[in-house]
């Protein structure tokens, strides 16, 4: 198991950027230089012009050609300095927030200059989400508190689409803030352990007595009697069943083990990437029945932010092994030259590729029959979603005074007879009446993403035919 978090790629990556910019220019210096030195000696020594013995050369003017290939060699002067580290990626994006971007391209000022920084959003996806989110603000009934929306390439990384709002700070990138109460969004992480820890599959059996989503401790307890329920497993996680979730964490896991998968998930931990964004944090101590709240996602301790959520289900999708988000792709100095490019990242794994698929079937479940069938009710007779490998997860619980009720959905969209997939995170903070649900967010997302990707494999299939 992997625990430590924090990768360096993007320091090596640029050192190694460097490196082949320094190569490159040499090649070009030395060659001029090579160049010059043939031409001189073919002129001065070979032709004898200006009876100079090449050599044996006799006393030359101060005014020589020297100083001319000085001023020539100013355009390769060396820039690496201009080169952006890690630092000057999140500087930058400090000033830019990266939320409801309407252009792929933005021209961004930094250190008194204006680069041009070429982002990865997917913009017909970007620009169908900032419609409906102006739809939303011209409700009177139903318009959320706040919203957040992220998608991203599962196995890049790349970041499709972020957007959102918050009706008491305009300004808030509510995408990667992370005090959003994770809810059952956490027993993906709960359910990893116990596949790995526990043998766990789709089908193994468990009980539970009491409510589904009520979590008392005398419900976390090993008795059965007549009103015991029974469940799979992968029933438990599709409905959310508080009470299997809060024993799986307190009976069967215990706080060390969910810690550890809450690390290896990413939690408590910072991500080194290109701008700065909330992970998840959970809180672990010594009393079995926090335990049993942590697993099922019962408390407002453990929190996330949207983007988090995405990067979790992203790891999933991309067979266990972390994916880090990222949204600039390169960026330009005022001259045009190339100053920044993503370079392909390694990271660790998370969980093992088995525990990942498996994953991926309770969250198919969730979407067929679970929490979010209602939202997805018809899916396999919808003309594109019928075409997709679905899965999800909700969550929902209020904040601490009560006001607002916070909807999740994270889930995936992959296609069957191809590779192209993605990862949606969504977190609605519903006031006093309940609008449009995360997983109709989901759904919508899924559809008009699909939908346009479908439709351009048909239009280059035609055009090549």
């Known amino acids: 198991m992997h625990n430590n978090f924090k990768i360096n790629s993007w320091r090596e990556f640029q050192t190694e950027l460097k490196k082949k910019s320094r190569k490159k220019r040499s090649v070009v210096k030395y060659?001029?230089?090579?160049?010059?030195?043939?031409?001189?000696?073919f002129i001065f020594y070979v032709t004898g012009i200006g009876g100079i013995d090449f050599f044996n050369p006799g006393p030359q003017?101060?005014?020589?050609?020297?100083?001319?290939?000085?001023?020539?060699?100013?355009?390769?002067?060396?820039?690496?300095?201009?080169?952006?580290?890690?630092?000057?990626?999140?500087?930058?994006?400090?000033?830019?927030?990266?939320?409801?971007?309407?252009?792929?391209?933005?021209?961004?000022?930094?250190?008194?200059?204006?680069?041009?920084?070429?982002?990865?959003?997917?913009m017909p996806l970007q620009t169908y989400i900032l419609s409906q989110l102006e739809h939303l603000k011209t409700l009177t009934r139903g318009k959320p508190q706040r919203i957040g929306i992220v998608a991203m390439d599962p196995r890049s990384g790349a970041i499709l689409a972020m957007a959102g709002f918050d009706l008491s700070d305009p300004c808030k990138n509510t995408?990667?803030?992370?005090?959003?109460?994770?809810?059952?969004?956490?027993?993906?992480?709960?359910?990893?352990?116990?596949?790995?820890?526990?043998?766990?599959?789709?089908?193994?059996?468990?009980?539970?007595?009491?409510?589904?989503?009520?979590?008392?401790?005398?419900?976390?307890?090993?008795?059965?009697?007549?009103?015991?329920?029974?469940?799979?497993?992968?029933?438990?996680?599709?409905?959310?069943?508080?009470?299997?979730?809060?024993?799986?964490?307190?009976?069967?896991?215990?706080?060390?083990?969910?810690?550890?998968?809450?690390?290896?998930?990413?939690?408590?931990?910072?991500v080194l990437t290109d701008f700065s964004f909330d992970t998840g944090r959970v809180v672990i101590t010594d009393k079995?029945?926090?335990?049993?709240?942590?697993?099922?996602?019962?408390?407002?301790?453990?929190?996330?932010?949207?983007?988090?959520?995405?990067?979790?289900?992203?790891?999933?999708?991309?067979?266990?092994?972390?994916?880090?988000?990222?949204?600039?792709?390169?960026?330009?100095?005022p001259q045009g030259n190339l100053i920044y490019q993503k370079q392909t990242s390694t990271t660790p794994r998370a969980v093992q590729e088995k525990t990942a698929h498996t994953l991926m079937k309770l969250m198919n479940e969730t979407i067929q029959t679970g929490t979010a069938s209602k939202s997805f009710r018809g899916f396999k007779r919808d003309t594109t979603l019928s075409r997709l490998t679905l899965g999800g997860k909700t969550g929902s619980l209020y904040n601490r005074s009560h006001t607002v009720k916070y909807d999740w959905f994270t889930g995936f969209g992959r296609e069957k007879n191809g590779d192209?997939?993605?990862?949606?995170?969504?977190i609605v903070g519903h006031r006093k009446y309940i609008g449009t649900r995360a997983c109709r967010y989901g759904r919508m997302i899924f559809k008009q993403y699909f939908k346009k990707y479908f439709a351009s494999q048909k239009n280059h299939g035609a055009q090549r035919g």
């Not at 020297?66 to 580290?85: I, W, Y």
């Not at 926090?290 to 996330?304: R, S």
């Not at 192209?420 to 969504?426: E, L, T």
């Open 31 to 41: 060659g001029k230089a090579a160049g010059i030195v043939a031409a001189l000696f």
């Open 61 to 122: 003017k101060e005014n020589s050609r020297a100083d001319a290939c000085s001023t020539d060699s100013t355009p390769e002067a060396d820039n690496t300095d201009r080169l952006f580290t890690n630092q000057d990626l999140q500087t930058l994006s400090a000033a830019q927030s990266f939320i409801n971007i309407r252009k792929k391209t933005l021209t961004v000022k930094y250190n008194n200059s204006m680069v041009e920084v070429e982002t990865s959003l997917d």
């Open 175 to 270: 995408c990667v803030v992370g005090n959003y109460p994770a809810a059952s969004i956490f027993k993906i992480v709960t359910a990893a352990a116990a596949i790995e820890q526990c043998g766990y599959t789709p089908h193994t059996p468990l009980y539970f007595n009491g409510g589904k989503y009520t979590l008392y401790k005398r419900q976390i307890s090993e008795k059965k009697n007549r009103y015991t329920n029974k469940v799979s497993f992968s029933k438990a996680f599709a409905d959310s069943i508080n009470p299997v979730f809060g024993k799986i964490g307190s009976l069967y896991l215990g706080g060390d083990v969910l810690k550890q998968y809450a690390d290896s998930f990413g939690f408590n931990n910072t």
């Open 288 to 333: 079995s029945y926090q335990w049993a709240e942590v697993g099922c996602g019962f408390n407002k301790t453990t929190t996330i932010s949207p983007l988090f959520a995405a990067m979790v289900t992203s790891t999933i999708v991309n067979s266990g092994t972390r994916t880090i988000p990222w949204i600039v792709r390169q960026i330009k100095d």
């Open 420 to 426: 192209r997939q993605i990862a949606v995170a969504v």
